[in-house]
């Protein structure tokens, strides 16, 4: 079967009202909240994956830390 699919979506808002003034003079209102959305989004998700760096970075540093106190001993054995 052949099915049209749609693009996009319509969505009724309520925007405060200084938000809405601005807005209202604005040509292709839906493009400027679609970009804002994608941007807000965007930025959400590398929030995300920044703080799992960040987990990960702090790991490997105590990991490294332990590390170079088992080598310590060995630095002065003429190695």
Do not use: C
């Amino acid at each position: 079967m052949n099915q049209k699919t749609s693009t996009s979506m319509r969505f009724n808002i309520t925007l405060p009202a200084d938000l809405g003034q601005k807005i209202k003079t604005r040509p292709n209102r839906s493009g400027l909240i679609a970009q804002s959305l994608r941007e807000k989004f965007a930025r959400e998700e590398q929030e995300k994956l920044d703080s799992i760096l960040a987990k990960g970075y702090k790991a490997s540093a105590a990991e490294d830390r332990q590390i170079a106190k088992e080598w310590d001993g060995v630095i002065g054995d003429g190695l």
